[in-house]
């Protein structure tokens, strides 16, 4: 049974992050992030999370000065970075509206010195949708100027106006995991997009004879959607996840929506069981999906129970 007073110090932990107490926060919840024990994985946030919103106050800025020239950094609300720290996490899977395919050297560098600022690491890039060959190689090449060793992808061809998985880039992607020593993730996406990685098992079934470091993405989420165990998955394919996206849903078919990972359906406790039992040392991001141009009280609360479930299940 969990630990009811560690469990829900933590989640409280959370919630007073979003409503304004970082203080709080940083003593315990950050211990939490860095002690073996607690955490052998990262806690993380996957940066689709903050499709709405831009890195930092400063790169928002102008756009509120288009509305109110004399709008300043006090008038801008919390972006990704001021959020990610209040909520005291030290990693961020990159998602190229943050930090472009095309960014140069120095904007690359100038992003990591925001981030630092932060308190914040870019521990890896995606999801990369990507259809050719052309895509697939300016793929790897900016994880590289990036400077990640996790590359989260979804290769695809088209098909009768359909996206579906590409058999035939997974064997340019298994050259190019040895070429660059680059760990490449297949993000599943569940019974949305059938055809395109439904679950981890359509992903495993193609890259089984490939380069192990071709592995898995698993949405924890889409797995559960799809009528999949995402505990047998991390089980059974212990060696071959390169990431995790975590998050709840409401049921486990195609009409489970988002929800704050307390509120739904999947058992997190076994997750995190499972994750402590294979040796998983990746990070666990949280993509959250509800509430997305106002996310940061179910990002809190969702973060502060899996902190709570993660020091109650040691």
Not at 6 to 17: D, R, V, Y
Not at 79 to 103: A, G, N, W
Not at 235 to 263: C, L, Q, S, W
Request: proline share 5%; aromatic share 8%; glycine share 8%.
């Amino acid at each position: 049974m969990l630990n009811r007073r560690s469990f829900f110090k933590q989640a409280g932990l959370g919630l007073a992050a979003a409503a304004g107490a970082p203080a709080l926060l940083s003593t315990a919840a950050h211990a939490q992030d860095t002690a073996p024990a607690a955490a052998p994985f990262k806690i993380a946030i996957a940066g689709y999370t903050f499709n709405k919103f831009k890195l930092d106050k400063e790169a928002a800025l102008a756009d509120a000065q288009k509305k109110n020239p004399q709008a300043t950094l006090k008038d801008v609300p919390d972006q990704t970075l001021e959020m990610l720290k209040r909520i005291d996490v030290h990693y961020l899977c990159i998602k190229d509206f943050h930090l472009p395919l095309k960014s140069t050297d120095e904007e690359i560098a100038a992003f990591h010195e925001k981030c630092k600022s932060f308190g914040v690491t870019g521990y890896g890039v995606g999801p990369i949708y990507m259809g050719s060959e052309e895509e697939v190689n300016a793929a790897f090449a900016y994880a590289k100027r990036v400077g990640v060793k996790v590359l989260v992808g979804v290769p695809f061809k088209m098909v009768e106006k359909k996206r579906c998985s590409s058999p035939e880039l997974l064997k340019l992607i298994d050259a190019k995991v040895k070429e660059y020593d680059i760990k490449y993730a297949i993000h599943n996406h569940g019974p949305d997009m059938p055809e395109l990685f439904p679950n981890a098992e359509s992903g495993i079934e193609l890259i089984k004879d490939m380069d192990k470091r071709v592995g898995l993405c698993l949405d924890i989420g889409h797995q559960f959607r799809d009528g999949k165990d995402p505990v047998k998955a991390i089980t059974d394919y212990a060696d071959r996840i390169h990431d995790i996206h975590i998050k709840n849903v409401t049921e486990p078919t195609k009409k489970g929506h988002g929800i704050e990972i307390p509120r739904g359906a999947i058992d997190f406790p076994a997750v995190v069981r499972a994750l402590r039992k294979v040796g998983y040392t990746g990070a666990c991001s949280l993509e959250y999906e509800k509430d997305m141009s106002d996310p940061l009280l179910g990002i809190a609360e969702s973060i502060g129970y899996f902190r709570g479930v993660v020091d109650a299940t040691r």
